[in-house]
């Protein structure tokens, strides 16, 4: 396994799940929180220091600085209080069907990647450009992270979670 010492991982939690009508990170997935689930992904992909921004009760979080506003929002801040990493390895908390070989993927891309047509999960490397962009996507083409093709083995690996319907799909395949 690589060493990833150097990277960070943070789930990003600090939506409002309107959507869902509950918290989200705090939905039971196969026995554990969402939020706990997500983590571990991240371990099992050999991040040793993981993060979670946003607000999650019973949970240490970065507070977003400016909560609500988005996930692009809440990467910059992360990105402006963490110091001394070599990079970010962002996930949101609502793709529970991730998998440690495909983040390995984005992790082999030495100055960063997301993967086609899905701005998250995303590796963010340095140089971080100061942006105003709202979107993730936005903010990836400022900082100059460049797409790679996700395999097709993993695609189905890439659903969000947003409504209830939504997560009968991803606990009921």
């Given amino acids: 396994m690589d060493d990833f010492s150097t990277i960070a991982g943070v789930v990003l939690a ?14 039971d997935y196969r026995g554990k929180r969402l939020i706990e ?3 571990e992904i991240l371990k099992k992909t050999g991040i040793k220091e993981i993060f979670i921004s946003g607000d999650v009760d019973g949970y240490d979080c970065l507070s977003d600085q400016a909560p609500f506003t988005g996930p692009a929002e809440a990467i910059k801040s992360v990105i402006k209080r963490l110091s001394g990493y070599a990079g970010f390895l962002f996930v949101p908390v609502d793709m529970p069907l991730l998998k440690p070989d495909m983040l390995h993927l984005l992790l082999q891309q030495k100055e960063g990647g997301y ?3 899905w701005p998250l999960p995303a590796f963010i490397t340095p140089p971080y450009q100061l942006s105003e962009k709202k979107s993730v996507q ?5 900082y100059g992270i460049y797409p790679v093709a996700l395999p097709e083995h993993f695609s189905s690996s890439m659903k969000n979670a947003n409504t209830p319907q939504d997560w009968k799909e991803v606990v009921n395949p």
């Avoid at 936005?138 to 400022?142: R, S, V």
Wanted: charged share 25%; proline share 0%; no cysteine.
């Fill in 14 to 27: 600090g939506g409002r799940s309107s959507r869902m009508g509950q918290n989200k990170a705090l939905l």
């Fill in 37 to 39: 689930h997500m983590m």
């Fill in 115 to 117: 993967f086609i047509d």
């Fill in 138 to 142: 936005g903010l990836l083409d400022d």
